[in-house]
């Protein structure tokens, strides 16, 4: 018996009425299955003022026995309010979920897991995936609808916080050490486990960069407050003449001033004079910029500008990010043939025998591979209906007007020549 007819099985109703629809087998699907979310208190974020010695006690409470993850996760999630950060793991994560995934048996496409495919739920799947290079582990918990079912589906993120990998259980509280064996039955069937149970994410080297850079930033400003605007110095010999610059000053702009006496001295000791006293806040904000960049992509060049660099320094650089993205198209496929085909054949969705591949693993673009095949074509034959396949082009039907060069062979053989119409 399939395993569609088994799932449905479990719903016939006990005063014999027939099976279940599909849309309310899958809504009754959801309701027998246990969520795990619903069982877990969430609580607001508490966004502290961050340094670098608590980034150090979230790490230390972290890798500790008690496995308190909730301090540096939290810590994560103040650190992603870094614009430059944020755009650095979008650009990662969106060079593989922009990528086409194709699941094929015996090099045909399945239709059923093609429109699986265009699902929302689908997508959410493959960004928590990735989003598990950078918080180090991912617990989903999968609602989709059995196969034939047009019903909602849903991909839960087990808060993050909460989820203890190494002793296996989700707890009630962030902080406790007790709670839901989601390895086990009934969550098992449900639940996809990503990431490695030590791993704590990119995101904690990262951080504290971002908290040197926030640093500076608030020297910065506070440097830009003192000396960005004219300092004013007056002086006065009588007690009459400084209540007169006090008031004038006070009401001539916010820029500082100092009223002293005739024969005070007030000296600025810089470490650097000039235009130059800015650039050492700004190397360290660019500094900061390009350790984030590396850790992320492998590199810098790719998305900071360099002021001394090559063409060849940056096909380098590029280079390595490719190599990074290969590394993330791999850990995707390998998740889903090994851990996603399971549960989309306890679905019933036929993915027996087949496997999933990017249909551009090699990250040549569409002009490239085009590029290869014409090469390739003219050593060994190519089917037709590769070059329809692959270009997304309609086959055309029997007799139906087509152009290019075979439509313009055909019309020379139809038509007459100019000649031939002349005599």
Request: aromatic content about 10%; proline content about 5%; some cysteine.
């Amino acid at each position: 018996m399939s395993a569609i007819n088994t799932l449905k099985n479990l719903f016939i109703r006990s005063d014999g009425e027939k099976t279940a629809s599909d849309a309310e087998l899958a809504d009754k699907r959801k309701k027998k299955e246990p969520i795990i979310i619903n069982q877990v208190t969430v609580r607001p974020i508490k966004r502290d003022t961050q340094d670098i010695s608590k980034w150090r006690t979230a790490i230390t409470y972290a890798e500790a026995e008690s496995e308190q993850r909730w301090k540096l996760f939290e810590l994560y999630k103040d650190m992603l309010l870094d614009g430059f950060l944020l755009q650095q793991k979008e650009k990662r994560i969106s060079a593989i979920t922009n990528c086409d995934l194709t699941f094929t048996i015996d090099g045909v496409s399945v239709p059923e897991i093609e429109e699986l495919q265009q699902k929302i739920f689908f997508h959410k799947f493959l960004r928590e995936v990735m989003e598990s290079k950078f918080w180090g582990h991912s617990l989903l918990q999968l609602f989709w609808p059995v196969m034939g079912s047009d019903g909602p589906g849903a991909t839960d993120l087990i808060p993050r916080t909460h989820v203890k990998p190494r002793k296996g259980i989700v707890s009630e509280e962030k902080w406790g050490d007790t709670g839901i064996p989601y390895r086990e039955p009934p969550f098992d069937r449900t639940t996809i486990e990503i990431g490695d149970a030590d791993d704590l994410g990119l995101l904690m080297p990262v951080s504290q960069y971002v908290i040197y850079k926030r640093g500076n930033f608030g020297d910065w400003a506070e440097f830009a407050e003192v000396f960005g605007m004219p300092f004013r110095w007056a002086t006065y010999t009588n007690p009459e003449s400084r209540k007169i610059l006090e008031e004038a000053l006070a009401n001539a702009g916010s820029a500082g001033y100092v009223v002293a006496p005739e024969d005070a001295n007030l000296q600025f000791f810089n470490p650097t004079a000039g235009s130059q006293s800015n650039d050492i806040f700004r190397m360290m904000r660019q500094a900061c910029n390009e350790e984030i960049s590396i850790c992320i992509l492998g590199n810098s060049m790719t998305t900071t500008e360099a002021s001394k660099s090559g063409y060849a320094q940056a096909e380098t650089h590029r280079d390595t990010q490719d190599e990074v993205h290969k590394a993330d198209r791999r850990f995707i496929l390998r998740v889903m043939n090994e851990k996603l085909n399971p549960y989309l054949e306890s679905l019933g969705y036929p993915v027996k025998g087949g496997h999933w591949s990017y249909e551009e693993e090699d990250g040549l673009d569409l002009v490239q591979r085009l590029n290869v095949d014409m090469q390739v074509s003219t050593k060994v034959p190519i089917p037709a209906k590769y070059w329809y396949d692959k270009y997304k082009i309609p086959m055309p039907e029997r007799g139906e007007a087509v152009s290019g060069q075979e439509g313009d062979k055909k019309k020379e053989k139809t038509e007459p020549s100019k000649d031939n119409s002349d005599s």
